[in-house]
């Protein structure tokens, strides 16, 4: 008896970090506003590749050619670099600008684990996710960092293309 309450005590102490910390990933809500249904919260690649959101995500990664020339250099200056981004499922731009950006990432090999991503709604709340500290004012947002720092931001869109921006905030050290 004494070695199953063991058990059972160091089975609560491995598993309670992992409820208390666990987030619900790629939760959806209707926004009454639109009546629709969004991503809310924190969100993976999986949850943007399904439903409305999913068919524009083809449509857009697909079409979209980035500049070769240009992902050799991210290829070789993306060590030590995390992204966040900001974005909303019902939102034009994020449609189009999110799907194009995961197409520089997926053809210079960028590490997943390095990359978070937050749906928010048309206020700019993500529900349990705090999102003040990183003052949304539009989205999609790219924020870009390095040891922690941010190094640069995309706003909606690029300034040129989202591999030439992404370029400078690389090679800016």
């Keep these: 008896m004494f070695k199953n309450v063991r058990y059972s005590t160091l089975l609560a102490f491995v598993m309670l970090p992992v409820i208390l910390f666990s987030q619900e990933i790629n939760r959806k809500i209707i926004d009454p506003r ?8 924190y969100c993976d690649r999986n949850g943007l590749e ?5 068919k524009l995500f083809e449509e857009f990664y697909h079409r979209y050619e980035p500049d070769r020339a240009v992902l050799d250099k991210l290829k070789l200056k993306q060590e030590g670099v995390e992204i966040l981004i900001v974005l909303g499922t019902w939102c034009s731009d994020s449609q189009e600008q999110v799907p194009r950006f995961f197409k520089i990432l997926d053809k210079i090999n960028f590490k997943k684990k ?12 993500a529900g349990e996710v705090e999102t003040v500290n990183y003052n949304i004012q539009k989205v999609p947002t790219f924020i870009v960092y390095r040891k922690g720092r941010e190094i640069g931001r995309i706003i909606e869109s690029p300034y040129t293309t989202l591999e030439k921006d992404l370029l400078m905030f690389f090679s800016d050290n």
């Design 34 to 41: 639109l009546d629709k249904e969004i991503l809310y919260g």
């Design 50 to 54: 399904k439903g409305e959101f999913g």
């Design 114 to 125: 390095s990359l978070q991503m937050i749906c928010v709604s048309r206020e700019k709340e």
